[in-house]
């Protein structure tokens, strides 16, 4: 009989080992005396797998028997990046797997980049979901994720000629040892048609006789805390065709088709959607919202009726959270199961759901908010749309009661929108029924409450809050800059900061210390150099180490004003251009760097991106220039990219249209990393402003206020007399593609200019010509550095998480003891 401890697999170096060649040799199928850095990260990678499943196991045994209420975390995107680095640091295992390794002739930084991005999703949403599941898990809370495993991630970016081409990603190609496939967790999710009365205890129920049956299967990916035996489980549903849809006696004809029938089941969930954020209402779409919704609810019901045999209890054992409105089709749902299959009458089913959905918004304006339309609802889930009818039904009359026959306002504020296609407004479904709203940042909630939910606000003030995003460090420091994590560790005489970010603060104490200055700007350095011998063997192009390395990495969008940095870019070149060859030497030396995807469908988007190229063969290849200034665009952006470039920056840009960035989380691995900021007062950069102080960062650009009153004057808006030039050369052909470009120039015309990237450009040049200065002062800048590290404990998605356990989820950690 094995003790307790005996159980467990064991982690020094030559049990690892061991491990390890056991998996090549009978994971893998290859020989222990011969295979590669793939095949070695295979079973590297499955050995790991070994040790998270076993603490997913007692994770989940802990967890049933103490039965904690339970927070599900609904979303239909995901950006996780790679999982070996991560793994082994929260599991305390990286040194004894790289000993180990080396061992075998291995080394362990070289086998974990054979390791391909998981990227289920497509920006900002995504990759917070992706950090807020890393906290929950490290934080011992009892979460569940919920998502879809899309067979293609999100595309991959390929330039060719300085243009955009999407190529898809079949990542599931060369296997995936991270996730566990459940073959007997599976669930019948159904679509299409009709309803029908039944005679039901006297009176008349309803009941969906649906068209076609699809199988979710559960995969279940683990998600292990640092420091602490709880691993988590992400499960991704997968569709597969079901046996249910009859399979009766065919000719051969028939039967072919009938197979070919079943396949198209899968298509479900085959494909990420590309846009960032508008939405088509495509049928398929709406599928996989269901799809994924319906699963994970028959999931958490059976999980929930394991131990309770009626749902009084629902309410406290369960919380339900919404990312954005992509999974809020399971109000629907849950009201569904309630009345239909659980007879519950509709008002206590309408009381359990009023307390378990809590909504967060990532979205700041009204016109991205998602619709969908009526005929495409009704012909495909044709229950609920009754059901949403019936429950704004409901809140049209109470509101009436309330608000009297202000009838724009009811129409505003009704689930149902008519007008020429007849749609769901999805986020108003969402806010009728969720008890707490909440926005990313604190100037996001204000814009929720004056504008985007304002007749919300006005009914429900109570249900509105925010909670400000934040990253993990243990991504974003731990693994991406494993320098500069052993140098906060020596100068904090610490490892804590890891679980207990705020130690961080502790570096403010040295902020003046000459020794730690020689050893931030050590590290800083290697880090640069990596980051350039990156450049060089992607692009070509040689950088010279000593510039400044100037960054802007995130999805490409008009209002995030990659054309404002390409046009900044221009005019300094221009400069460097007009001047004495004497002058130059004055001259700051910069690296631009620029990377992002557009969405496939988004034009201007995608000039931008051929601008950056032009820009880059005019100005790189010119020897007037040489190594003052140098322009980069670093393809196919990911999470991988981002672990690399983020720790080589100098200074990195976060630069949209005040009142556009819901709240923006790249700037705040920037910060972590001793980057600095030159920024908008927009999104979370206001709170990030607050704990530096604006002296600590480039701030520029119209104000949030002054935005509004700026877009009246329309045409009568002052431009300055550089802006006008720049926007000239490129309009005139100075870069080539006159034509192609002339669209862009279009859009920043005076009168057109909606991001107002014109009147913001004197701005800009000044705060960045402040950065030159600051830049050339070595200690100043290192000191700005230190505090930027030392004052980005607020922005840990530990801290967003712990405020939502217990202000939105009403949950409490639950820490495995074995
Ligand atoms: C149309 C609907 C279905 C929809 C589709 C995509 C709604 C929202 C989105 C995605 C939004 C998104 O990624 N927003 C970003 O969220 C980040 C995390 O909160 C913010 O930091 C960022 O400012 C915001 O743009």
Redesign the pocket.
């Known amino acids: 009989m094995l003790g307790l401890m005996d159980r467990f697999l064991k982690n020094d170096p030559a049990s690892l080992q061991k491990d390890i060649l056991d998996h090549v040799e009978y994971t893998v199928a290859r020989s222990r005396f011969s295979f590669d850095d793939f095949e070695a990260y295979q079973a590297l990678a499955h050995s790991v797998r070994d040790r998270l499943i076993e603490r997913c196991h007692d994770t989940q045994i802990y967890l049933k028997m103490k039965d904690p209420k339970r927070i599900y975390f609904l979303s239909?995107?995901y950006l996780m990046g790679r999982s070996l680095s991560n793994s082994v640091i929260n599991l305390g295992v990286r040194d004894q797997y790289a000993e180990a390794l080396s061992q075998l002739g291995f080394e362990f930084e070289v086998v974990a980049e054979q390791e391909g991005d998981a990227a289920l999703g497509?920006?900002?949403?995504?990759?917070?979901s992706a950090c807020q599941m890393d906290s929950l898990a490290t934080l011992d809370y009892p979460a569940w994720g919920y998502g879809l495993r899309y067979q293609y991630g999100l595309f991959r970016q390929v330039i060719l000629d300085g243009y955009q081409h999407e190529q898809p990603d079949y990542w599931l190609n060369f296997g995936n040892p991270w996730e566990i496939e459940r073959i007997h967790v599976t669930y019948p999710v159904k679509f299409y048609g009709t309803v029908e009365e039944v005679d039901f205890n006297g009176g008349k129920q309803k009941v969906w006789v649906p068209g076609e049956t699809v199988e979710a299967v559960a995969y279940d990916n683990p998600i292990p805390g640092y420091g602490t035996r709880n691993t988590i489980t992400l499960r991704l549903w997968a569709a597969k065709p079901s046996d249910q849809n009859n399979m009766e006696s065919y000719n051969t004809g028939d039967y072919i088709n009938a197979v070919v029938d079943r396949q198209r089941a899968e298509t479900i969930s085959s494909v990420l959607y590309p846009?960032?954020?508008?939405?088509q209402g495509k049928e398929l779409r709406l599928k996989q919202q269901y799809f994924f919704v319906s699963a994970s609810l028959q999931d958490i019901i059976r999980r929930y009726k394991d131990t309770h045999n009626n749902f009084d209890d629902f309410p406290d054992k369960v919380a339900l959270q919404l990312n954005?409105?992509?999974p809020s089709l399971v109000i629907a749902e849950l009201m569904r199961v309630l009345v239909d299959e659980e007879n519950l009458v509709w008002s206590k089913a309408w009381d359990i759901v009023c307390k378990v959905f809590s909504f967060?918004?990532?979205?700041?304006s009204r016109d991205?908010?998602?619709k969908v339309p009526v005929d495409l609802l009704g012909s495909l889930l044709p229950r609920h749309l009754q059901i949403i009818y019936d429950i704004n039904f409901k809140f049209i009359d109470d509101l009436k009661k309330k608000i009297g026959t202000d009838y724009d306002r009811l129409s505003r504020m009704s689930v149902v929108e008519e007008g020429a296609v007849k749609s769901i407004r999805?986020a108003n479904l969402s806010i009728v029924c969720a008890h707490t709203v909440n926005g990313?940042?604190r100037v996001?909630w204000e814009l929720l409450k004056t504008r985007i939910f304002k007749d919300f606000y006005e009914l429900w003030p109570h249900k509105f809050h925010y909670k400000t995003?934040g990253v993990t460090q243990r991504r974003w420091i731990v693994v991406s800059n494993p320098n500069l994590c052993s140098l906060i560790s020596k100068w904090l005489g610490t490892e804590a900061w890891i679980r207990e970010v705020d130690l961080l603060a502790g570096l403010r104490e040295h902020a003046a210390d000459a020794e730690l200055y020689r050893e931030w700007k050590t590290v800083r350095m290697v880090n640069k150099m990596r980051l350039a011998e990156y450049i060089e063997a992607m692009s070509g192009i040689k950088v010279n180490v000593n510039a400044m390395f100037d960054v802007q990495i995130k999805?490409i969008h008009e209002y995030k004003r990659q054309f404002l940095n390409i046009l900044g870019i221009i005019h300094r070149y221009d400069c460097i251009k007009n001047m004495e060859k004497n002058d130059r030497r004055k001259v700051v030396p910069r690296v631009c760097i620029i990377g992002g995807k557009a969405a496939p469908g988004y034009e201007i988007a995608k000039k931008v991106i051929k601008l950056c190229h032009a820009v880059a063969s005019k100005i790189n290849n010119d020897p007037d220039v040489g190594d003052l200034l140098k322009l980069v665009f670093i393809p196919d952006y990911n999470v991988s990219v981002a672990e690399l470039v983020i720790p080589g920056a100098d200074l990195s840009q976060h630069i949209?249209t005040a009142g556009?960035?819901?709240?923006?989380?790249?700037i705040m691995k920037f910060l972590m990393n001793g980057c600095l900021l030159l920024a908008t007062a927009d999104?979370?950069t206001v709170e990030i402003m607050e704990e530096l102080g604006a002296e600590n960062m480039f701030l520029f650009g119209a104000k949030l206020h002054e935005v509004p009153v700026l877009r009246e004057k329309g045409q009568n808006l002052k431009v300055p007399l550089q802006f006008a030039r720049v926007v000239r050369m490129v309009r005139d052909g100075y870069f080539g593609f006159q034509e192609h470009f002339k669209s862009l120039c279009d859009s920043v015309e005076s009168g057109n200019d909606f991001y107002l990237v014109g009147y913001d450009f004197e701005s800009y040049l000044e705060a960045q010509a402040a950065a030159d200065k600051a830049f050339v002062d070595e200690e100043k800048w290192c000191r700005m550095s230190i505090l930027s590290t030392a004052g980005s404990a607020r922005f840990s998605s530990d801290r967003t998480m712990e405020e939502y356990a217990e202000k939105t989820w009403g949950i409490k950690p639950c820490r495995c003891p074995f």
Do not use: F, P
Request: aromatic content about 2%; overall charge negative.
């Open positions: 239909l995107e497509n920006g900002g949403l995504a990759r917070l846009d960032d954020r508008s939405y954005d409105t992509q967060t918004t990532h979205t700041v991205n908010l998602e999805m990313v940042s996001h995003n999805r949209s556009h960035e819901a709240s923006g989380t790249g999104g979370s």
